[in-house]
């Protein structure tokens, strides 16, 4: 069992930046990939980026490619993103997944684990 505890939402200004922490519980965490998602009201939950167990592949959509940043602390149990040059359409609420793989999936449904999300509001 993993709990996933997500924080740094807020509200920016666009062109601002935000860092999102999701703390796991467990001693397992090296043994997950972990991906951050979105969801903006009316929508389906996308994909936002995502890295495997031990950190050498990550992954990005390409509406943030370029703009965020995602990383682990393996030894913290965290993993994080960087969101800069922050965009109105990047407004959603934020959950990390964890994914019991040696992959890394971009399908919410390959996620065994998420956490409860935390809101991300850019203005114009």
């Known amino acids: 069992q993993v709990q996933l505890v997500e924080s740094g939402g807020g509200l920016v200004q666009a062109g601002g930046s935000l860092r999102l922490s999701c703390a796991a519980s467990g001693r397992t965490f090296s043994s997950y990939a972990m991906g951050w998602f979105r969801q903006a009201p009316g929508k389906e939950r996308e994909f936002v980026a995502g890295i495997r167990r031990s950190g050498g592949i990550i992954a990005y959509a390409d509406s943030v490619k370029g703009r965020f940043t995602i990383s682990r602390d393996n030894a913290k149990n965290t993993v994080y993103l960087q969101m800069d040059s922050l965009k109105p359409e990047d407004t959603a609420v934020y959950y990390c997944?964890?994914?019991?793989?040696?992959?890394?999936?971009?399908?919410?449904?390959?996620?065994?684990?998420w956490g409860q999300g935390t809101q991300v509001t850019v203005s114009s």
């Open positions: 997944g964890a994914d019991y793989s040696a992959l890394l999936h971009t399908m919410p449904s390959f996620y065994d684990y």
